[in-house]
């Protein structure tokens, strides 16, 4: 698919129908993440690929709905998903060779690769979601995850279930863009 058509066409997608994502897929989706930009060429990201209906239900016990940590709905939309790929930070070898400073690329370098991953998910067909709203301590419990590893986000990903697509209103260019100087707008 053409990039603009992708752009275009790619939504937060919250209905799959069961069925299966292929090995194939997935491993396409991965290497759209790996091949995205960071710092120092480290490569901090770590991706855990699940299909078992359990560890998925057990994902979105895991899940809160909106803003509040403490509410007891979860995404339950989630639970179709025929598969999850849990997005981590692995900061060792960033903190190692940049410090501080190292933990703030960390978070940039896997965010692109999630974009790059959400993008190809689009190209093959498929649908997702960015999913930030989790109990990572719980999450963490449910596959293992060492204490020092981050799970910074999840993408559920399957093939698009009847789902009316709203367009969520966007900014303007120009409420978002400044010339030379930040605040003074662009032309409309
Ligand atoms: C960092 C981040 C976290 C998000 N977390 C969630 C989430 O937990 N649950 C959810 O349903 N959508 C989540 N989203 C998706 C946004 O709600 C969605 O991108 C936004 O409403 C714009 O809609 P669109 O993606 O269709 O353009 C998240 C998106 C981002 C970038």
Same mark, same amino acid.
């Given at each position: 698919?053409?990039?603009?058509?992708?752009?275009?066409?790619?939504?937060?997608?919250? !209905? =799959?129908?069961?069925?299966?994502?292929?090995?194939?897929?997935?491993?396409?989706?991965?290497?759209?993440?790996?091949?995205?930009?960071?710092?120092?060429?480290?490569?901090?990201?770590? =991706?855990?690929?699940?299909?078992?209906?359990?560890?998925?239900?057990?994902?979105?016990?895991? $899940?809160?709905?909106?803003?509040?940590?403490?509410?007891?709905?979860?995404? *339950?939309?989630?639970?179709?998903?025929?598969?999850?790929?849990?997005?981590?930070?692995?900061?060792?070898?960033?903190?190692?060779?940049?410090?501080?400073?190292?933990?703030?690329?960390?978070?940039? *370098?896997? !965010?692109?690769?999630?974009?790059?991953?959400?993008?190809?998910?689009?190209?093959?067909?498929?649908?997702?979601?960015?999913?930030?709203?989790?109990?990572? $301590?719980?999450?963490?419990?449910?596959?293992?995850?060492?204490?020092?590893? /981050?799970?910074?986000?999840?993408?559920?990903?399957?093939? /698009?279930?009847?789902?009316?697509? !709203?367009?969520?209103?966007?900014?303007?260019?120009?409420?978002?863009? =400044?010339? /030379?100087?930040?605040?003074?707008?662009? /032309?409309?």
């Amino acid at each position: 698919m053409d990039l603009d058509q992708v752009l275009e066409k790619r939504r937060s997608i919250r !209905s =799959f129908k069961s069925s299966n994502v292929s090995k194939e897929k997935i491993r396409k989706i991965i290497e759209a993440g790996v091949k995205a930009p960071t710092a120092g060429n480290i490569q901090p990201w770590r =991706f855990l690929v699940t299909k078992d209906k359990t560890k998925i239900e057990k994902t979105v016990d895991t $899940t809160y709905v909106g803003a509040n940590i403490n509410s007891k709905k979860n995404q *339950d939309w989630i639970r179709k998903a025929p598969v999850i790929i849990l997005a981590c930070i692995d900061y060792s070898d960033m903190v190692a060779k940049y410090g501080e400073h190292g933990k703030k690329v960390a978070v940039q *370098d896997v !965010s692109a690769a999630v974009e790059n991953m959400i993008l190809k998910i689009v190209d093959l067909g498929l649908v997702s979601c960015w999913i930030a709203g989790f109990k990572e $301590t719980e999450l963490k419990k449910v596959f293992q995850v060492p204490t020092e590893i /981050e799970i910074m986000a999840f993408l559920p990903i399957g093939y /698009e279930d009847k789902y009316r697509r !709203s367009k969520p209103s966007k900014k303007k260019i120009n409420e978002v863009v =400044f010339n /030379e100087v930040y605040g003074k707008k662009v /032309e409309k």
